[in-house]
């Protein structure tokens, strides 16, 4: 796959029109791949100097465990994600990061990184919507998390992934596939994997989604979107801001 049709320039396309420069640094990041197996850490919380990487293929997640032994999802990461960025900023790392499944990621060093800000502004400025995007989708999952019913948080969910997919080449309008288990969506929305499986029966009796053998296939998209309040306008997916 070229870079221009990589997840990764797809994704921070939305945000700027990348010149052939930019390009050409994003192929350089692109060339250090590695493989990890699925439930292997990437990064584990409290890591001294972690590596940043950038997700080429495969689902990731990062996550919390708590002192009783419970774990809280704060976030899938697809490809065209950067993982790992504010970790690379801070001494330690404050959270765990797993591959879902196999992934292929891209290692980049902080200094490389850095580095490339300096050269390049303008990617600098794409990557930081970016993650002003990401951090969008945070505070979603805790209006979810807080406020919505749990019918409600898993359609917000796949419709959120969706658009994310969509951006990076990934998804139809009306499908796509997930390798998330219910596990993962119960600590991903403070839910129970029971409760988790009764919605999604609930969701499917009613025609409005449908999620089997790792394929989300939404049945009445507008009625989905009326019931979650799903309003992809935090995601500001809408064209490059600066050409």
């Given at each position: 796959m070229?870079?221009?049709?990589?997840?990764?320039?797809?994704?921070?396309?939305?945000?700027?029109?990348?010149?052939?420069?930019?390009?050409?640094i994003?192929?350089?990041?692109h060339?250090?791949?590695?493989?990890?197996?699925d439930?292997?850490?990437?990064?584990?919380?409290?890591?001294?100097?972690?590596?940043a990487?950038?997700?080429?293929?495969?689902?990731?997640?990062?996550?919390?465990?708590?002192?009783?032994?419970?774990?809280?999802?704060?976030?899938?990461?697809?490809?065209?994600?950067?993982?790992?960025?504010?970790?690379?900023?801070?001494?330690?790392?404050?959270?765990?990061?797993?591959p879902?499944q196999?992934?292929?990621a891209?290692?980049?060093?902080?200094?490389?990184l850095?580095?490339?800000?300096?050269?390049?502004?303008?990617?600098?400025?794409?990557?930081?919507?970016s993650?002003?995007?990401?951090?969008?989708?945070?505070v979603?999952r805790l209006v979810?998390?807080?406020?919505?019913?749990?019918?409600?948080?898993?359609?917000?969910?796949?419709?959120?992934?969706?658009?994310?997919?969509?951006?990076?080449?990934?998804a139809?309008?009306?499908?796509?596939?997930?390798?998330?288990?219910?596990?993962?969506?119960?600590d991903?929305?403070?839910?129970?994997?029971?409760?988790?499986?009764?919605?999604?029966r609930?969701?499917?009796?009613?025609g409005?989604?449908?999620?089997?053998?790792?394929?989300?296939?939404?049945?009445?998209?507008?009625?989905?979107?009326?019931?979650?309040?799903?309003?992809?306008?935090?995601l500001?997916?809408?064209g490059?801001?600066?050409?």
């Open positions: 070229s870079i221009q049709n990589s997840p990764l320039v797809r994704k921070l396309g939305a945000y700027v029109s990348l010149s052939e420069p930019e390009l050409e994003l192929a350089k990041f060339k250090n791949r590695r493989t990890f197996a439930k292997i850490e990437m990064v584990y919380e409290g890591q001294s100097s972690p590596s990487f950038i997700l080429a293929k495969g689902w990731v997640c990062s996550y919390k465990i708590l002192r009783s032994g419970g774990r809280q999802i704060v976030g899938f990461q697809i490809p065209g994600d950067f993982i790992g960025l504010r970790s690379v900023l801070f001494r330690t790392a404050d959270h765990s990061i797993e879902i196999k992934v292929e891209s290692e980049v060093k902080v200094k490389d850095l580095g490339a800000f300096q050269t390049c502004p303008r990617l600098a400025t794409a990557v930081l919507w993650a002003s995007s990401d951090e969008a989708i945070v979603e979810s998390l807080g406020r919505r019913d749990a019918a409600e948080r898993v359609a917000h969910l796949f419709l959120e992934l969706s658009a994310r997919l969509k951006l990076v080449g990934l139809s309008a009306t499908s796509f596939e997930c390798p998330v288990s219910q596990y993962h969506l119960a991903a929305l403070g839910l129970s994997a029971i409760h988790i499986n009764r919605v999604l609930e969701l499917r009796e009613d409005l989604l449908t999620f089997r053998r790792g394929v989300v296939t939404f049945d009445d998209l507008d009625r989905l979107v009326e019931l979650s309040g799903f309003d992809r306008a935090y500001d997916y809408e490059p801001m600066l050409n």
